[in-house]
Protein backbone atom coordinates (compact mmCIF):
# COMPACT_ATOMS: atom_id res chain seq x y z
CA UNK A 1 0.00 0.00 0.00
CA UNK A 2 1.36 3.42 -0.86
CA UNK A 3 0.41 6.92 0.07
CA UNK A 4 -1.39 7.96 -3.38
CA UNK A 5 -3.95 5.16 -2.49
CA UNK A 6 -5.45 7.17 -0.12
CA UNK A 7 -8.02 9.46 -0.17
CA UNK A 8 -8.00 13.51 -0.81
CA UNK A 9 -7.92 16.28 1.92
CA UNK A 10 -11.19 17.85 1.88
CA UNK A 11 -8.88 21.28 1.95
CA UNK A 12 -5.72 22.09 -0.20
CA UNK A 13 -3.16 21.81 2.57
CA UNK A 14 -2.33 25.18 3.35
CA UNK A 15 -5.45 26.80 2.13
CA UNK A 16 -7.87 25.48 5.19
CA UNK A 17 -10.99 28.04 6.22
CA UNK A 18 -9.50 30.10 8.34
CA UNK A 19 -10.45 29.86 12.05
CA UNK A 20 -12.08 32.82 12.12
CA UNK A 21 -15.84 31.99 12.13
CA UNK A 22 -17.88 30.93 15.08
CA UNK A 23 -18.87 27.36 15.11
CA UNK A 24 -22.65 27.84 17.51
CA UNK A 25 -24.78 25.09 18.97
CA UNK A 26 -28.38 24.68 20.49
CA UNK A 27 -27.03 21.83 22.91
CA UNK A 28 -27.31 22.52 26.53
CA UNK A 29 -29.95 25.35 25.92
CA UNK A 30 -29.05 27.36 29.51
CA UNK A 31 -32.71 27.32 30.17
CA UNK A 32 -33.43 24.15 29.95
CA UNK A 33 -31.49 22.59 33.21
CA UNK A 34 -32.85 24.88 35.35
CA UNK A 35 -36.33 24.55 33.83
CA UNK A 36 -36.38 20.51 34.20
CA UNK A 37 -34.56 20.81 37.77
CA UNK A 38 -36.85 23.15 39.24
CA UNK A 39 -40.40 21.23 37.37
CA UNK A 40 -39.03 17.81 38.82
CA UNK A 41 -39.78 16.41 42.57
CA UNK A 42 -36.13 15.47 43.77
CA UNK A 43 -36.22 11.57 43.28
CA UNK A 44 -37.96 12.18 40.13
CA UNK A 45 -34.85 14.55 39.32
CA UNK A 46 -32.75 11.34 41.02
CA UNK A 47 -33.98 8.67 38.66
CA UNK A 48 -33.20 10.93 35.61
CA UNK A 49 -29.56 11.82 36.63
CA UNK A 50 -28.55 8.07 37.49
CA UNK A 51 -30.57 6.83 34.36
CA UNK A 52 -28.17 6.23 31.12
CA UNK A 53 -29.30 9.67 29.52
CA UNK A 54 -28.61 11.22 32.93
CA UNK A 55 -25.04 11.46 31.37
CA UNK A 56 -26.13 14.98 29.91
CA UNK A 57 -27.30 16.90 32.57
CA UNK A 58 -24.09 15.24 34.86
CA UNK A 59 -22.46 16.98 31.99
CA UNK A 60 -24.43 20.01 32.34
CA UNK A 61 -22.98 20.37 35.80
CA UNK A 62 -19.46 20.61 34.42
CA UNK A 63 -19.65 23.88 33.45
CA UNK A 64 -17.84 22.90 30.01
CA UNK A 65 -16.08 25.47 28.16
CA UNK A 66 -16.61 25.27 24.28
CA UNK A 67 -13.52 26.10 22.11
CA UNK A 68 -15.17 26.23 18.76
CA UNK A 69 -11.72 26.65 17.21
CA UNK A 70 -9.89 24.01 18.37
CA UNK A 71 -13.41 22.22 16.77
CA UNK A 72 -12.82 23.99 13.66
CA UNK A 73 -9.21 23.11 13.01
CA UNK A 74 -9.67 19.59 13.19
CA UNK A 75 -12.50 19.83 10.75
CA UNK A 76 -10.71 22.02 8.34
CA UNK A 77 -8.48 18.91 8.38
CA UNK A 78 -11.11 16.30 7.50
CA UNK A 79 -10.02 13.98 4.60
CA UNK A 80 -12.76 13.38 1.54
CA UNK A 81 -15.13 10.74 3.33
CA UNK A 82 -17.96 9.39 1.13
CA UNK A 83 -19.59 7.56 4.09
CA UNK A 84 -22.70 9.28 5.42
CA UNK A 85 -22.34 8.68 9.18
CA UNK A 86 -17.94 8.87 9.29
CA UNK A 87 -15.94 11.81 9.42
CA UNK A 88 -11.62 11.44 8.89
CA UNK A 89 -9.35 13.96 9.95
CA UNK A 90 -5.35 13.93 9.32
CA UNK A 91 -2.90 15.23 11.95
CA UNK A 92 0.33 15.66 10.81
CA UNK A 93 0.52 12.49 8.75
CA UNK A 94 -1.61 10.66 10.98
CA UNK A 95 -5.39 9.65 10.33
CA UNK A 96 -8.07 9.76 13.49
CA UNK A 97 -11.85 9.22 13.10
CA UNK A 98 -14.96 10.31 14.21
CA UNK A 99 -17.23 7.28 13.98
CA UNK A 100 -20.05 5.94 15.79
CA UNK A 101 -17.83 3.83 17.77
CA UNK A 102 -16.21 6.83 19.11
CA UNK A 103 -19.54 8.75 20.05
CA UNK A 104 -20.26 5.50 21.98
CA UNK A 105 -17.29 5.80 23.96
CA UNK A 106 -17.80 9.55 24.33
CA UNK A 107 -21.23 9.55 25.71
CA UNK A 108 -21.94 6.38 26.73
CA UNK A 109 -25.31 6.03 25.19
CA UNK A 110 -26.47 2.73 23.17
CA UNK A 111 -25.59 2.88 19.93
CA UNK A 112 -26.52 -0.78 18.93
CA UNK A 113 -27.92 -1.13 15.54
CA UNK A 114 -31.91 -1.68 15.08
CA UNK A 115 -34.04 -2.55 11.76
CA UNK A 116 -36.52 0.13 12.19
CA UNK A 117 -34.42 3.34 13.52
CA UNK A 118 -37.21 5.95 12.25
CA UNK A 119 -39.82 3.90 14.50
CA UNK A 120 -42.50 3.76 11.62
CA UNK A 121 -45.05 1.31 13.05
CA UNK A 122 -45.61 3.44 16.19
CA UNK A 123 -49.46 4.36 16.54
CA UNK A 124 -50.38 7.42 18.39
CA UNK A 125 -52.46 6.26 21.58
CA UNK A 126 -55.19 7.82 23.78
CA UNK A 127 -52.36 8.20 26.70
CA UNK A 128 -50.07 9.89 23.92
CA UNK A 129 -53.00 12.49 22.82
CA UNK A 130 -53.41 12.98 26.34
CA UNK A 131 -50.07 13.58 27.45
CA UNK A 132 -49.01 16.02 24.30
CA UNK A 133 -52.77 18.25 24.98
CA UNK A 134 -51.11 18.49 28.55
CA UNK A 135 -48.21 20.14 27.34
CA UNK A 136 -49.58 22.33 24.40
CA UNK A 137 -48.38 20.68 21.48
CA UNK A 138 -49.06 19.76 18.41
CA UNK A 139 -50.15 16.06 18.77
CA UNK A 140 -48.33 15.56 15.07
CA UNK A 141 -45.11 17.34 16.16
CA UNK A 142 -42.87 16.57 18.88
CA UNK A 143 -41.95 19.32 21.57
CA UNK A 144 -39.29 21.77 21.06
CA UNK A 145 -37.26 22.91 23.50
CA UNK A 146 -39.13 26.11 23.87
CA UNK A 147 -42.06 24.09 24.07
CA UNK A 148 -40.80 21.73 27.40
CA UNK A 149 -39.36 25.09 28.84
CA UNK A 150 -42.31 26.06 28.83
CA UNK A 151 -44.44 23.13 30.13
CA UNK A 152 -41.73 23.12 32.94
CA UNK A 153 -43.49 25.86 34.78
CA UNK A 154 -46.55 24.80 34.45
CA UNK A 155 -46.40 20.81 35.34
CA UNK A 156 -46.30 21.11 39.09
CA UNK A 157 -50.03 19.40 39.09
CA UNK A 158 -48.96 16.71 37.38
CA UNK A 159 -48.70 12.94 38.14
CA UNK A 160 -44.94 11.57 38.74
CA UNK A 161 -44.82 9.94 35.20
CA UNK A 162 -45.96 12.52 33.35
CA UNK A 163 -43.01 14.52 34.59
CA UNK A 164 -40.41 12.19 34.34
CA UNK A 165 -41.69 11.80 30.77
CA UNK A 166 -41.39 15.72 30.16
CA UNK A 167 -38.22 15.36 31.93
CA UNK A 168 -36.86 12.89 29.35
CA UNK A 169 -38.28 14.70 26.61
CA UNK A 170 -36.18 17.27 27.25
CA UNK A 171 -32.95 15.33 26.74
CA UNK A 172 -34.11 13.93 23.76
CA UNK A 173 -34.80 17.74 22.43
CA UNK A 174 -32.25 19.61 24.09
CA UNK A 175 -28.98 16.87 23.88
CA UNK A 176 -29.94 14.35 21.29
CA UNK A 177 -31.33 16.17 18.41
CA UNK A 178 -30.77 19.47 19.76
CA UNK A 179 -31.74 21.66 17.15
CA UNK A 180 -33.39 25.26 17.05
CA UNK A 181 -34.92 26.00 20.51
CA UNK A 182 -37.80 26.71 18.29
CA UNK A 183 -38.32 23.57 16.10
CA UNK A 184 -40.54 20.38 16.85
CA UNK A 185 -38.60 17.91 17.12
CA UNK A 186 -39.37 13.87 15.61
CA UNK A 187 -43.11 12.77 16.58
CA UNK A 188 -42.22 9.20 16.14
CA UNK A 189 -39.08 9.18 18.26
CA UNK A 190 -40.48 11.23 20.91
CA UNK A 191 -43.82 9.26 21.36
CA UNK A 192 -41.48 6.25 22.69
CA UNK A 193 -41.45 8.34 25.88
CA UNK A 194 -44.84 6.77 26.99
CA UNK A 195 -42.56 3.51 27.30
CA UNK A 196 -40.25 4.51 29.73
CA UNK A 197 -38.17 1.01 29.90
CA UNK A 198 -37.91 1.14 26.42
CA UNK A 199 -37.25 4.69 26.13
CA UNK A 200 -34.18 4.40 27.91
CA UNK A 201 -32.89 1.48 26.16
CA UNK A 202 -33.66 2.86 23.22
CA UNK A 203 -30.21 3.48 20.15
CA UNK A 204 -30.77 6.71 21.17
CA UNK A 205 -26.77 7.30 20.66
CA UNK A 206 -27.27 6.57 16.96
CA UNK A 207 -29.99 9.23 16.78
CA UNK A 208 -27.86 11.31 18.07
CA UNK A 209 -25.10 10.54 16.27
CA UNK A 210 -26.82 10.84 12.73
CA UNK A 211 -28.13 13.95 13.67
CA UNK A 212 -24.87 15.57 14.60
CA UNK A 213 -22.77 14.10 11.63
CA UNK A 214 -25.73 15.32 9.06
CA UNK A 215 -25.45 18.94 10.77
CA UNK A 216 -21.84 19.08 10.20
CA UNK A 217 -21.25 17.59 6.64
CA UNK A 218 -24.08 20.26 5.50
CA UNK A 219 -21.98 23.22 6.85
CA UNK A 220 -19.32 25.51 4.98
CA UNK A 221 -16.54 26.26 7.52
CA UNK A 222 -15.85 29.12 5.96
CA UNK A 223 -19.02 31.07 7.12
CA UNK A 224 -20.33 31.65 10.68
CA UNK A 225 -22.30 28.24 11.58
CA UNK A 226 -24.60 26.63 14.06
CA UNK A 227 -24.91 22.79 14.45
CA UNK A 228 -27.04 20.98 15.56
CA UNK A 229 -26.94 17.93 17.61
CA UNK A 230 -24.71 17.28 20.75
CA UNK A 231 -21.63 18.94 19.21
CA UNK A 232 -19.69 19.18 22.18
CA UNK A 233 -18.64 15.61 21.84
CA UNK A 234 -16.66 16.42 18.62
CA UNK A 235 -14.16 18.45 21.19
CA UNK A 236 -14.21 15.63 23.44
CA UNK A 237 -13.04 13.83 20.53
CA UNK A 238 -9.92 16.15 19.75
CA UNK A 239 -9.18 15.75 23.56
CA UNK A 240 -9.30 11.49 22.90
CA UNK A 241 -7.15 11.89 19.54
CA UNK A 242 -4.60 14.26 21.24
CA UNK A 243 -4.15 13.49 24.78
CA UNK A 244 -1.30 15.22 25.27
CA UNK A 245 -2.78 18.50 23.95
CA UNK A 246 -6.21 17.51 26.34
CA UNK A 247 -3.79 17.15 29.48
CA UNK A 248 -2.39 20.66 28.81
CA UNK A 249 -5.65 22.08 28.11
CA UNK A 250 -9.19 20.37 28.52
CA UNK A 251 -8.74 20.20 31.95
CA UNK A 252 -8.59 16.89 32.48
CA UNK A 253 -10.74 16.15 36.25
CA UNK A 254 -9.29 13.65 38.37
CA UNK A 255 -9.98 9.95 38.96
CA UNK A 256 -10.79 9.42 35.16
CA UNK A 257 -14.24 9.62 35.31
CA UNK A 258 -16.60 7.70 32.62
CA UNK A 259 -17.63 7.85 30.05
CA UNK A 260 -15.51 9.89 28.36
CA UNK A 261 -17.94 13.27 28.36
CA UNK A 262 -17.47 13.49 31.90
CA UNK A 263 -13.78 13.50 31.98
CA UNK A 264 -12.98 16.92 30.64
CA UNK A 265 -14.12 20.36 31.77
CA UNK A 266 -12.96 21.98 28.52
CA UNK A 267 -10.62 24.86 27.30
CA UNK A 268 -9.00 26.69 24.59
CA UNK A 269 -5.51 26.26 22.80
CA UNK A 270 -2.98 24.32 20.34
CA UNK A 271 -0.01 22.61 21.00
CA UNK A 272 1.63 19.60 19.50
CA UNK A 273 0.86 16.30 20.42
CA UNK A 274 0.43 12.92 20.23
CA UNK A 275 -1.93 11.49 18.55
CA UNK A 276 -4.43 8.91 19.30
CA UNK A 277 -5.55 7.33 16.13
CA UNK A 278 -9.45 6.00 17.26
CA UNK A 279 -11.31 3.93 19.91
CA UNK A 280 -9.37 0.64 20.11
CA UNK A 281 -11.58 -2.01 17.85
CA UNK A 282 -10.72 -5.22 16.10
CA UNK A 283 -10.71 -4.73 12.12
CA UNK A 284 -14.04 -6.38 12.05
CA UNK A 285 -15.40 -4.21 14.17
CA UNK A 286 -13.98 -1.11 12.74
CA UNK A 287 -17.35 -0.42 9.97
CA UNK A 288 -20.31 0.59 11.35
CA UNK A 289 -23.42 -0.89 10.14
CA UNK A 290 -26.01 1.37 8.73
CA UNK A 291 -29.26 1.04 6.32
CA UNK A 292 -28.43 1.33 2.65
CA UNK A 293 -24.50 2.36 3.43
CA UNK A 294 -21.66 1.17 1.35
CA UNK A 295 -18.34 1.43 2.44
CA UNK A 296 -16.16 3.85 0.89
CA UNK A 297 -12.77 1.67 -0.40
CA UNK A 298 -10.40 4.87 -0.18
CA UNK A 299 -11.69 4.41 3.90
CA UNK A 300 -11.21 1.10 3.94
CA UNK A 301 -7.76 1.24 2.81
CA UNK A 302 -6.94 3.65 5.67
CA UNK A 303 -8.37 1.57 8.43
CA UNK A 304 -6.40 -1.85 6.89
CA UNK A 305 -3.31 0.06 6.99
CA UNK A 306 -3.64 0.98 10.54
CA UNK A 307 -4.26 -2.23 11.64
CA UNK A 308 -1.44 -3.85 9.51
CA UNK A 309 1.73 -3.93 11.87
CA UNK A 310 3.83 -3.52 8.81
CA UNK A 311 2.65 -0.48 7.85
CA UNK A 312 3.70 2.98 8.85
CA UNK A 313 2.07 6.33 7.96
CA UNK A 314 5.43 8.48 6.34
CA UNK A 315 6.91 10.80 8.42
CA UNK A 316 6.42 13.49 5.46
CA UNK A 317 2.49 14.67 4.64
CA UNK A 318 0.56 11.60 3.13
CA UNK A 319 0.27 12.23 -0.84
CA UNK A 320 -3.82 12.67 -0.37
CA UNK A 321 -4.21 14.80 -3.89
CA UNK A 322 -5.40 18.51 -3.58
CA UNK A 323 -8.27 19.63 -5.17
CA UNK A 324 -10.16 22.38 -6.07
CA UNK A 325 -13.64 22.72 -4.52
CA UNK A 326 -16.22 24.49 -5.29
CA UNK A 327 -16.19 27.70 -2.39
CA UNK A 328 -19.38 29.84 -1.33
CA UNK A 329 -21.02 31.47 -4.54
CA UNK A 330 -21.62 34.35 -1.64
CA UNK A 331 -18.08 35.17 -2.17
CA UNK A 332 -19.44 37.12 -5.16
CA UNK A 333 -22.39 38.01 -4.33
CA UNK A 334 -21.40 41.89 -3.62
CA UNK A 335 -20.00 42.24 -7.02
CA UNK A 336 -23.03 40.86 -8.31
CA UNK A 337 -25.20 43.36 -6.02
CA UNK A 338 -23.01 46.04 -7.42
CA UNK A 339 -24.24 45.70 -10.83
CA UNK A 340 -27.75 45.94 -9.53
CA UNK A 341 -27.48 49.55 -9.22
CA UNK A 342 -30.32 52.25 -10.21
CA UNK A 343 -30.08 53.68 -13.51
CA UNK A 344 -31.23 56.20 -11.40
CA UNK A 345 -27.48 57.11 -9.69
CA UNK A 346 -28.16 60.90 -9.93
CA UNK A 347 -31.48 60.85 -7.88
CA UNK A 348 -29.85 58.58 -5.16
CA UNK A 349 -26.62 60.87 -5.08
CA UNK A 350 -29.35 63.37 -4.66
CA UNK A 351 -31.08 61.15 -1.90
CA UNK A 352 -27.96 60.45 -0.04
CA UNK A 353 -27.86 64.63 0.88
CA UNK A 354 -31.40 64.86 1.94
CA UNK A 355 -30.61 61.60 4.63
CA UNK A 356 -31.35 64.04 7.44
CA UNK A 357 -34.90 63.17 7.15
CA UNK A 358 -36.26 59.64 7.71
CA UNK A 359 -34.09 57.01 9.35
CA UNK A 360 -31.64 59.85 10.83
CA UNK A 361 -34.56 61.95 12.29
CA UNK A 362 -35.66 58.56 14.57
CA UNK A 363 -31.58 58.50 16.10
CA UNK A 364 -31.60 62.64 16.70
CA UNK A 365 -35.29 62.07 18.35
CA UNK A 366 -33.71 58.96 20.40
CA UNK A 367 -30.61 60.66 21.51
CA UNK A 368 -32.59 64.27 22.51
CA UNK A 369 -35.32 62.22 24.49
CA UNK A 370 -33.09 59.55 25.91
CA UNK A 371 -29.65 61.22 26.64
CA UNK A 372 -28.59 64.57 28.04
CA UNK A 373 -25.04 65.12 27.27
CA UNK A 374 -22.57 66.23 30.22
CA UNK A 375 -20.48 69.73 30.35
CA UNK A 376 -17.89 67.39 29.73
CA UNK A 377 -19.01 66.15 26.60
CA UNK A 378 -20.36 68.94 24.99
CA UNK A 379 -16.71 70.94 25.98
CA UNK A 380 -14.35 70.96 23.17
CA UNK A 381 -14.98 71.64 19.78
CA UNK A 382 -11.38 70.95 18.08
CA UNK A 383 -12.61 69.47 14.60
CA UNK A 384 -10.50 66.45 12.85
CA UNK A 385 -9.62 65.43 9.48
CA UNK A 386 -9.90 61.55 9.58
CA UNK A 387 -10.84 58.21 8.11
CA UNK A 388 -14.79 59.34 7.09
CA UNK A 389 -12.64 62.43 4.95
CA UNK A 390 -14.93 65.26 6.41
CA UNK A 391 -14.45 67.38 9.36
CA UNK A 392 -15.82 65.37 12.60
CA UNK A 393 -16.76 67.31 16.10
CA UNK A 394 -16.96 65.06 19.22
CA UNK A 395 -19.93 67.45 19.85
CA UNK A 396 -21.70 66.31 16.78
CA UNK A 397 -20.91 62.87 17.63
CA UNK A 398 -24.83 61.42 17.83
CA UNK A 399 -25.67 63.38 14.74
CA UNK A 400 -23.23 63.41 12.68
CA UNK A 401 -22.97 60.48 9.88
CA UNK A 402 -26.59 60.01 9.32
CA UNK A 403 -26.16 57.69 6.86
CA UNK A 404 -24.62 55.45 9.12
CA UNK A 405 -27.33 55.06 11.05
CA UNK A 406 -29.42 54.74 8.21
CA UNK A 407 -28.00 52.17 6.73
CA UNK A 408 -28.04 50.21 10.12
CA UNK A 409 -32.12 51.00 10.18
CA UNK A 410 -32.15 48.94 6.70
CA UNK A 411 -30.82 45.75 8.29
CA UNK A 412 -33.05 46.35 11.22
CA UNK A 413 -35.66 46.73 8.74
CA UNK A 414 -34.70 43.42 6.65
CA UNK A 415 -34.29 41.50 9.91
CA UNK A 416 -37.82 42.35 11.24
CA UNK A 417 -39.46 41.72 7.60
CA UNK A 418 -37.50 38.75 7.04
CA UNK A 419 -35.63 37.08 10.23
CA UNK A 420 -34.75 33.68 7.98
CA UNK A 421 -32.37 35.67 5.43
CA UNK A 422 -30.45 35.94 8.73
CA UNK A 423 -28.05 33.74 10.60
CA UNK A 424 -30.26 33.64 13.65
CA UNK A 425 -33.50 35.77 14.79
CA UNK A 426 -31.80 36.26 17.94
CA UNK A 427 -29.58 39.26 16.58
CA UNK A 428 -30.18 42.70 17.34
CA UNK A 429 -28.28 45.93 15.49
CA UNK A 430 -28.05 49.13 17.18
CA UNK A 431 -26.89 52.61 16.50
CA UNK A 432 -23.95 54.22 17.59
CA UNK A 433 -25.59 56.23 20.49
CA UNK A 434 -25.34 53.05 23.05
CA UNK A 435 -21.90 52.81 22.64
CA UNK A 436 -21.31 56.49 23.20
CA UNK A 437 -23.49 56.58 25.96
CA UNK A 438 -21.27 53.82 28.03
CA UNK A 439 -18.02 55.54 26.95
CA UNK A 440 -19.05 58.47 28.01
CA UNK A 441 -20.53 57.45 31.76
CA UNK A 442 -17.74 54.79 32.22
CA UNK A 443 -15.65 56.98 34.51
CA UNK A 444 -18.89 57.83 36.49
CA UNK A 445 -19.39 53.92 36.72
CA UNK A 446 -16.04 53.29 37.26
CA UNK A 447 -15.80 56.20 40.80
CA UNK A 448 -19.40 54.84 42.08
CA UNK A 449 -19.24 52.77 45.14
CA UNK A 450 -21.00 49.26 44.56
CA UNK A 451 -22.62 47.88 47.40
CA UNK A 452 -21.22 44.65 49.35
CA UNK A 453 -22.16 41.93 47.14
CA UNK A 454 -20.99 44.46 44.18
CA UNK A 455 -24.45 45.37 42.86
CA UNK A 456 -25.49 48.85 42.68
CA UNK A 457 -22.96 50.98 40.54
CA UNK A 458 -24.54 53.56 38.35
CA UNK A 459 -24.93 52.50 35.40
CA UNK A 460 -26.51 54.86 32.03
CA UNK A 461 -29.81 55.09 30.99
CA UNK A 462 -29.56 52.27 28.57
CA UNK A 463 -32.00 49.92 30.16
CA UNK A 464 -34.52 50.49 27.09
CA UNK A 465 -31.59 49.16 24.92
CA UNK A 466 -31.67 46.22 27.01
CA UNK A 467 -35.34 45.09 26.70
CA UNK A 468 -35.46 46.11 23.06
CA UNK A 469 -37.90 49.29 23.39
CA UNK A 470 -34.60 51.49 21.74
CA UNK A 471 -33.49 51.96 19.21
CA UNK A 472 -37.29 53.45 18.08
CA UNK A 473 -36.97 52.26 14.55
CA UNK A 474 -38.23 48.78 13.88
CA UNK A 475 -38.47 48.17 18.01
CA UNK A 476 -37.48 44.14 18.63
CA UNK A 477 -38.47 44.07 22.45
CA UNK A 478 -36.48 41.51 22.78
CA UNK A 479 -34.52 41.43 26.37
CA UNK A 480 -30.95 40.71 25.86
CA UNK A 481 -29.56 37.25 26.74
CA UNK A 482 -33.00 35.96 27.00
CA UNK A 483 -34.20 36.99 23.23
CA UNK A 484 -31.21 38.28 21.76
CA UNK A 485 -27.52 36.18 21.32
CA UNK A 486 -25.90 39.18 19.47
CA UNK A 487 -25.31 42.90 19.10
CA UNK A 488 -23.83 44.60 16.28
CA UNK A 489 -22.99 48.24 16.16
CA UNK A 490 -20.46 50.37 15.19
CA UNK A 491 -17.81 52.31 17.68
CA UNK A 492 -16.38 55.52 17.24
CA UNK A 493 -12.88 55.78 18.19
CA UNK A 494 -10.11 58.36 17.79
CA UNK A 495 -12.36 61.00 16.93
CA UNK A 496 -12.17 60.20 13.19
CA UNK A 497 -12.66 56.79 12.75
CA UNK A 498 -15.09 54.07 12.89
CA UNK A 499 -15.24 49.96 13.81
CA UNK A 500 -17.53 47.44 13.94
CA UNK A 501 -18.32 45.61 17.02
CA UNK A 502 -19.99 42.12 17.11
CA UNK A 503 -21.01 41.59 20.97
CA UNK A 504 -22.02 37.34 21.75
CA UNK A 505 -23.56 36.86 25.15
CA UNK A 506 -23.10 33.63 24.38
CA UNK A 507 -19.33 33.50 24.13
CA UNK A 508 -19.19 36.25 26.71
CA UNK A 509 -16.82 37.94 23.70
CA UNK A 510 -16.64 41.03 21.76
CA UNK A 511 -14.97 41.06 18.53
CA UNK A 512 -13.78 43.92 16.92
CA UNK A 513 -13.39 44.23 12.60
CA UNK A 514 -11.52 47.55 11.93
CA UNK A 515 -10.72 48.17 8.56
CA UNK A 516 -7.27 50.08 9.47
CA UNK A 517 -6.12 47.41 11.22
CA UNK A 518 -3.14 46.85 9.56
CA UNK A 519 -2.11 50.35 9.57
CA UNK A 520 -2.89 50.36 12.90
CA UNK A 521 -4.67 54.01 12.37
CA UNK A 522 -5.88 53.06 15.73
CA UNK A 523 -3.09 51.77 18.24
CA UNK A 524 -4.03 48.46 20.46
CA UNK A 525 -3.96 50.38 23.52
CA UNK A 526 -6.92 52.90 21.46
CA UNK A 527 -9.11 50.00 20.72
CA UNK A 528 -8.96 49.00 24.48
CA UNK A 529 -9.70 52.04 25.98
CA UNK A 530 -12.50 52.44 23.56
CA UNK A 531 -13.90 48.83 23.78
CA UNK A 532 -12.80 48.82 27.65
CA UNK A 533 -16.52 50.17 28.83
CA UNK A 534 -18.68 47.78 26.54
CA UNK A 535 -16.57 44.84 28.05
CA UNK A 536 -17.38 45.94 31.34
CA UNK A 537 -20.55 47.53 31.04
CA UNK A 538 -22.51 44.98 29.10
CA UNK A 539 -21.83 42.17 31.69
CA UNK A 540 -22.80 44.21 34.95
CA UNK A 541 -25.86 45.73 32.95
CA UNK A 542 -27.03 42.38 32.10
CA UNK A 543 -26.63 41.01 35.76
CA UNK A 544 -28.74 44.31 37.30
CA UNK A 545 -31.32 43.57 34.84
CA UNK A 546 -32.15 39.77 35.33
CA UNK A 547 -34.71 38.59 37.60
CA UNK A 548 -33.07 37.37 40.97
CA UNK A 549 -33.68 33.56 40.53
CA UNK A 550 -31.15 34.30 37.24
CA UNK A 551 -28.65 36.24 38.19
CA UNK A 552 -25.97 33.55 38.94
CA UNK A 553 -25.86 33.36 35.33
CA UNK A 554 -24.78 36.53 34.71
CA UNK A 555 -21.40 37.45 36.59
CA UNK A 556 -19.71 41.06 36.39
CA UNK A 557 -16.63 39.30 35.24
CA UNK A 558 -15.95 41.61 31.86
CA UNK A 559 -16.61 40.09 28.10
CA UNK A 560 -13.12 39.08 26.72
CA UNK A 561 -12.39 41.12 23.65
CA UNK A 562 -9.82 40.97 19.85
CA UNK A 563 -9.73 42.54 16.92
CA UNK A 564 -9.24 40.19 13.87
CA UNK A 565 -5.76 40.83 12.06
CA UNK A 566 -6.40 42.97 8.85
CA UNK A 567 -4.76 39.76 6.93
CA UNK A 568 -8.44 38.55 7.92
CA UNK A 569 -10.68 40.95 6.61
CA UNK A 570 -10.66 43.04 3.59
CA UNK A 571 -8.76 46.18 4.70
CA UNK A 572 -9.69 49.96 3.23
CA UNK A 573 -5.69 51.29 2.06
CA UNK A 574 -6.96 54.71 1.18
CA UNK A 575 -8.78 56.77 3.85
CA UNK A 576 -12.48 57.97 4.28
CA UNK A 577 -14.21 54.49 3.90
CA UNK A 578 -14.01 53.28 7.34
CA UNK A 579 -17.93 53.40 7.69
CA UNK A 580 -18.83 51.37 4.74
CA UNK A 581 -16.46 48.82 5.39
CA UNK A 582 -17.70 48.57 8.91
CA UNK A 583 -21.45 48.52 7.71
CA UNK A 584 -20.68 45.95 5.30
CA UNK A 585 -18.32 43.73 8.20
CA UNK A 586 -21.45 43.46 9.85
CA UNK A 587 -24.27 43.12 6.87
CA UNK A 588 -22.13 39.97 5.71
CA UNK A 589 -21.49 38.36 9.53
CA UNK A 590 -24.79 38.69 10.00
CA UNK A 591 -26.23 37.05 7.04
CA UNK A 592 -23.93 34.38 7.86
CA UNK A 593 -21.66 35.22 4.66
CA UNK A 594 -18.06 35.90 4.01
CA UNK A 595 -16.24 38.71 4.01
CA UNK A 596 -16.45 39.10 -0.08
CA UNK A 597 -12.83 40.18 -1.78
CA UNK A 598 -14.82 42.34 -4.00
CA UNK A 599 -15.33 44.95 -0.75
CA UNK A 600 -12.42 46.83 -1.56
CA UNK A 601 -11.22 50.42 -2.49
CA UNK A 602 -12.14 50.42 -5.97
CA UNK A 603 -15.61 49.22 -5.73
CA UNK A 604 -16.27 52.14 -2.52
CA UNK A 605 -17.77 54.22 -5.14
CA UNK A 606 -20.24 51.45 -6.40
CA UNK A 607 -21.17 49.86 -2.77
CA UNK A 608 -21.82 53.71 -1.85
CA UNK A 609 -24.66 54.20 -4.14
CA UNK A 610 -25.89 50.39 -3.68
CA UNK A 611 -26.26 51.22 -0.41
CA UNK A 612 -27.85 54.17 -1.01
CA UNK A 613 -30.31 52.82 -3.67
CA UNK A 614 -31.14 50.70 -0.75
CA UNK A 615 -31.71 53.73 1.63
CA UNK A 616 -33.81 55.70 -0.43
CA UNK A 617 -36.20 52.56 -1.27
CA UNK A 618 -36.67 50.62 2.10
CA UNK A 619 -36.81 52.69 4.64
CA UNK A 620 -38.16 55.68 2.61
CA UNK A 621 -35.37 57.79 3.31
CA UNK A 622 -37.36 60.81 1.88
CA UNK A 623 -40.49 60.74 3.84
CA UNK A 624 -42.15 58.68 1.17
CA UNK A 625 -44.40 55.66 3.61
CA UNK A 626 -43.29 52.75 1.16
CA UNK A 627 -41.18 49.95 3.12
CA UNK A 628 -41.24 47.24 0.74
CA UNK A 629 -37.74 46.48 -1.24
CA UNK A 630 -38.94 46.40 -5.20
CA UNK A 631 -36.55 45.06 -7.49
CA UNK A 632 -33.24 45.14 -5.54
CA UNK A 633 -33.16 41.61 -4.91
CA UNK A 634 -30.99 42.37 -2.06
CA UNK A 635 -30.22 39.21 -0.46
CA UNK A 636 -31.52 36.80 -3.42
CA UNK A 637 -28.57 34.56 -2.98
CA UNK A 638 -29.52 33.38 -7.20
CA UNK A 639 -28.89 36.04 -8.10
Not at 449 to 475: F, H, M, R
Not at 573 to 594: M, N, T
Amino acid sequence: MVASEFPRRLYTKGGEPAPDKSIGYYADDYRLVPALRSALQEDEWEEIYESPLGVFLKFHDLDFGWASRLVHHMLTFQIVCKQRYEIWSLIGTTPVQFLLHEFEEITGLNCGYVDDLAVTDLELSDDMQAFWELMGVDVESGPSTIEIIEACSNCSSWSRDDRLWLGYLGIYAGFIVATRPGLSTNVNHARLVMDLEGFKKFPWGRIGFQHLIKSVKEKYLSKNIHIEGFVQALQVWVYYALPNFAAEFGEPLPNDPTPLLLAYKGSRGRQNARIQCCVAKDLADMFTVWDDEEQDPDIVKIVNAIHDPHFKFSKKPLAFGSFSTKMLNGLGSCEKQIKLLTDKVESVERAVEELTTGSAKHTEEEVKDNVQPTQQQVTGSKKHEGCQGEAYDSNELFESKPHIEAYINVLRLRLSKHPEWFVSDRICFLNSIFATICRRDYNDFKNSEPNEDGSGKLLPGAYSYYTGELSIYCQTKKTWAYEVDHLYLMLHIRGDHWVAIWVSFVTRHITIWDSHAGTKHASDAQIDEAVEPLAVMIPYLLQTCAPDEDKWRFPYTPFTHLRVPGTEIPQNIQSSDCGVYCLKYIECHALDLPFPPQLFDKNIRQIREKMAAEIFDEISARGHDKLDATGLDVYDRKV
